[in-house]
């Protein structure tokens, strides 16, 4: 287990310092911003869809190596994915880092979110994790109000 965890921290050091999709997206049709005031992370997240599907999606923002690196393999995660599967996969993900996972039966595999296990065991860091999708679920929305973790 112990393996695992340290491969897990790699991923998520590797994302923290060099951010995927980590940019403005010039042809948005979506974008929302998002802040957690426990831990002082805001994350910006730009959407592009074409009918269903998100075409294109990055970030930007500033945080800490959790909320980076959760925003990075986000965008990574669900470029062409469909808003229906990224928001499946967003209940898969909120029950892994909130400890829950064993409730879900099925649901779309988490792939590389799964590095995100461990941060269940610190309440704290559940919310630095949580808030790259937080946004994106008001910017899937069109949401003018910032995205809070709160
Ligand atoms: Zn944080």
Request: charged share 20%; glycine share 8%.
């Amino acid at each position: 287990m112990s393996d695992l965890n340290s491969l897990y921290q790699e991923v998520i050091l590797d994302h923290s310092k060099r951010p995927r999709n980590f940019h403005a997206l010039e042809n948005a049709d979506h974008h929302a911003n998002g802040f957690n005031p426990l831990c002082g992370d805001k994350v910006t997240i730009f959407l592009h869809l074409n009918g269903e599907r998100i075409e294109d999606i990055s970030f930007q923002g500033s945080g800490c190596a959790i909320s980076t690196a959760s925003a990075s393999i986000l965008t990574e995660t669900l470029k062409g994915k469909t808003v229906s599967e990224a928001q499946a996969l967003f209940e898969v993900f909120h029950k892994l880092v909130t400890g829950r996972s064993g409730d879900s039966n099925g649901g779309p595999p988490l792939g590389k979110l799964a590095v995100f296990a461990g941060v269940s065991e610190f309440p704290v860091r559940v919310k630095c994790a949580s808030l790259a999708w937080h946004t994106l679920r008001s910017a899937l929305d069109n949401s003018a109000a910032v995205a809070s973790t709160e």
